[in-house]
């Protein structure tokens, strides 16, 4: 998520050159705005989305300077008394479930703990899975054994049922490293992946060589060596 060559930003997403904004997401080259979402070179702008070179805007709307400046005041003294003035856009405005977004990677939810905080969850139905169609396969063990057409064959997913396919290329990669074809879906083989990251958080440890307080993302309990960073420069280095 980057944000570069800003000023005076705050709670800003993926921005870049961007002047004395705040709330921001996916939005460049703007300034003296707020909640903006996917906005380009506008000025003076309040809660837009998909704006390009625009300025005195109030939700995509039009205003003059005069009257963008009165209802934005009004519609920020309205947010402060409810407590939404300050924060980043609610999560009750993505279009998307809480488990299809990064925030389930770094911080995992149930289903049950996002519908107690009134936000979206998607659930796969029998119906969105049933509308694909073709021959559904065994995997076989052995690489050497894969047909060339297993390409255009619906795969099963193990653990979670649902359907998935190997392209050409990676079939072509498997062959060339005898990997077998995978057995879960994208979707099961990337979250695996995710749980193989360190957590985020830091535990305060001793250097393994030099003794020295430091703070890291190995728990005590890992078994790998930790050292403080002059220690580690001088072991690689």
Not at 50 to 76: D, H, P, T
Not at 151 to 165: A, Q, S, W
């Amino acid at each position: 998520m980057v944000v570069d060559h800003c000023e005076m930003t705050y709670g800003t997403i993926s921005t870049i050159n961007q002047y004395n904004t705040q709330f921001t997401f996916v939005s460049f080259y703007s300034k003296n705005s707020q909640y903006l979402d996917h906005c380009q070179y506008c000025e003076d702008c309040f809660a837009c989305s998909g704006l390009k070179k625009k300025r005195f805007c109030i939700f995509n709307q039009q205003y003059s300077e005069e009257e963008y400046m009165r209802l934005k005041a009004k519609i920020v003294e309205h947010m402060k008394k409810t407590g939404e003035w300050g924060q980043f856009l609610p999560p009750e405005l993505s279009p998307f479930g809480y488990n299809e977004t990064v925030a389930q990677e770094y911080f995992p939810l149930t289903g049950g703990e996002v519908a107690r905080r009134g936000w979206k969850w998607h659930a796969d139905t029998e119906s969105q899975t049933s509308n694909y169609q073709g021959p559904r396969v065994s995997l076989s063990v052995d690489i050497k054994d894969v047909p060339d057409d297993m390409t255009e064959k619906i795969l099963v997913c193990e653990r979670t049922g649902k359907p998935y396919k190997i392209i050409p290329h990676e079939l072509a990669l498997y062959r060339q490293h005898r990997l077998p074809l995978p057995r879960v879906c994208f979707d099961e083989r990337h979250l695996e992946r995710i749980r193989r990251r360190n957590p985020r958080k830091l535990w305060t440890r001793s250097c393994m060589k030099c003794g020295k307080s430091i703070e890291t993302t190995y728990s005590p309990d890992r078994p790998e060596t930790v050292y403080c960073e002059s220690c580690y420069l001088k072991e690689v280095y």
